[in-house]
């Protein structure tokens, strides 16, 4: 069974850093493009970034190009996102999945982050 | 970008009834898939390549294109299908979502 499990949410300033991590299980990590979509009641589901296989290739939506980073490590099965410089507006639970080049497949159950003075 | 606009917003079916949920794209895609998201939880791949069913998705769901549109449709309301779906666009940067369609029984 997939899982995909996210972590390191939490409260932070405006212009602070923070790194969400998400282990995933289940399946060959190595063989699949990894995303992050995050989602926040004013801007709905989003597409944030996204990886391809081989740690090559990274794709960003331009409000974050520039401050957020996407990574991964097969080794251990998990994917990253580096957030610095955060904004108001990069408040959402974020979500990691699966991203089978068309579509997003499986998705963890997500970690909040609220940017905040 | 593209804009995918859903309607309507918001809905209320009872059980047996036909639903019927469209999604238009501000430019041609080629194929568009649907997520359904229940209260509280993560989305879910719930169709694909516009008319495919993801695994486990009844077959009383089903998905249609015409022209830029495309449209998920129930055949016969469950109790069960109440949750908000959301259209998303597979191929011009970056991937977009619509705004959500909530289906209430």
């Known amino acids: 069974e997939v899982q995909l499990v996210e972590s390191g949410g939490g409260l932070v300033q405006p212009g602070d850093s923070l790194k969400l991590s998400c282990a995933a299980s289940?399946?060959?990590?190595?063989?699949?493009?990894m995303a992050w979509v995050r989602q926040s009641p004013k801007r709905g589901l989003e597409w944030v970034a996204t990886?391809?296989?081989?740690?090559?290739?990274?794709y960003y939506r331009n409000s974050v190009k520039g401050r957020f980073t996407i990574s991964r490590d097969n080794a251990r099965s998990a994917l990253y996102l580096q957030m610095d410089s955060l904004r108001s507006e990069d408040t959402a639970t974020y979500y990691c999945?699966?991203?089978?080049?068309?579509?997003?497949?499986?998705w963890g159950q997500g970690t909040l982050v609220t940017v905040s003075s | 970008e593209i804009v995918l606009t859903q309607s309507p917003t918001t809905m209320a079916a009872s059980p047996g009834e036909r639903v019927t949920i469209t999604c238009r794209a501000s430019?041609?895609?080629?194929?568009m898939y649907w997520y359904q998201q229940m209260s509280g939880a993560s989305p879910k791949l719930w169709i694909y390549?516009?008319?495919k069913l993801a695994s486990g998705v009844p077959d009383r769901f089903s998905g249609s294109v015409s022209g830029t549109s495309y449209s998920l449709t129930i055949n016969t309301m469950e109790a069960e299908d109440a949750a908000t779906y959301y259209c998303?666009?597979?191929?011009?940067?970056?991937?977009?979502f619509g705004a959500g369609t909530k289906l209430e029984l």
């Open positions: 999945t699966t991203h089978r080049t068309l579509w997003f497949g499986h």
């Open positions: 289940g399946f060959t990590f190595s063989e699949y493009a």
């Open positions: 990886i391809i296989y081989d740690d090559d290739s990274t």
């Open positions: 430019s041609s895609v080629n194929y």
């Open positions: 390549d516009s008319s």
């Open positions: 998303q666009q597979c191929c011009s940067l970056p991937y977009t």
